[in-house]
C-alpha cells in the first residue's frame, strides 16, 4: 500500500512549524542515513510505501515526543488540521453542508485522496459515525490511531465533536479496522 506524498509534505511543514526547521533538516539527514529511501525528495505527488511513513512517524515519535507512539493520534489530527482548512490543498471537501453526506460522500473520498488499498465503508446512523476499511495489509495499532485521528479531527472541522472508538483493528487479528465516532456539537 502507497501513501500520497502529501502526507509528508502536511507533516514536514506542521513539524518545522512547530520545532524549527533547521531541527526539522537534521531530523531527517539522521533518518536518511537509516534508510535510504529519505534520501529521495518526496513531494506531494510522490507514492511512499506506507511501511516507510510508519518509520517516518517511529522516528517522529523518539525524536520528537520521547518515543509516545500514541503521538500517532495526533500527528492524524494535525493533518486533517492541515488538509482541510481554508488554506489546505483539500479544504473543497469541507463545502458539503450535511453531515450525512460529509460523513457518506466525503469521508471515503478522504480515504482515497491519500491511500492507494484499502475499501472505505461508510454510514451515518444515530447520530454515529461508522467508517470500516476493508483490504488492508497493514498491522500497526499506531497507523490504525493516524487514520482514527484524522477522521476525528475532519469531523470536529465539519462542527462535530465525537468520542471515537475502535470496534475492530487489523493488528487485533480482525479481517477489518473499524471505528465509531458518536458525534456530539461543538
Not at 34 to 63: A, G, H, Q
Not at 76 to 94: D, I, R
Not at 107 to 127: A, C, R
Not at 128 to 144: D, P
Request: hydrophobic share 40%; net charge positive.
Amino acid at each position: 500500500m502507497n501513501v500520497k506524498g502529501t502526507f509528508y509534505v502536511i507533516t514536514k511543514a506542521a513539524m518545522s512549524a512547530a520545532f524549527g526547521e533547521e531541527r526539522w533538516n537534521s531530523f531527517m539527514a539522521r533518518l536518511a542515513e537509516k534508510d535510504k529511501y529519505f534520501k529521495n525528495v518526496i513531494m506531494s505527488i510522490t507514492l511512499i510505501p506506507v511501511e516507510k511513513l510508519i518509520i517516518l512517524f517511529d522516528e517522529m515519535c523518539k525524536e520528537f515526543f520521547n518515543n509516545d507512539r500514541m503521538q500517532y493520534s495526533m500527528f492524524g489530527k494535525v493533518g486533517a488540521q492541515y488538509a482541510l482548512s481554508p488554506e489546505g490543498p483539500y479544504k473543497s471537501y469541507m463545502l458539503t453542508k450535511d453531515i450525512k453526506q460529509f460523513i457518506e460522500s466525503v469521508l471515503p473520498k478522504l480515504w482515497s485522496t491519500y491511500f492507494d488499498e484499502g475499501i472505505p465503508t461508510t454510514l451515518f446512523e444515530n447520530n454515529v459515525a461508522h467508517l470500516k476499511i476493508t483490504g488492508l495489509q497493514i498491522k500497526n495499532l499506531y497507523f490504525e490511531y493516524l487514520i482514527m485521528g484524522y477522521f476525528q479531527k475532519a469531523l470536529k472541522m465539519f462542527g462535530k465533536k465525537t468520542v471515537a472508538k475502535r470496534v475492530r483493528s487489523l493488528s487485533s487479528g480482525d479481517d477489518d479496522i473499524y471505528f465509531q465516532f458518536e458525534l456530539k456539537d461543538s
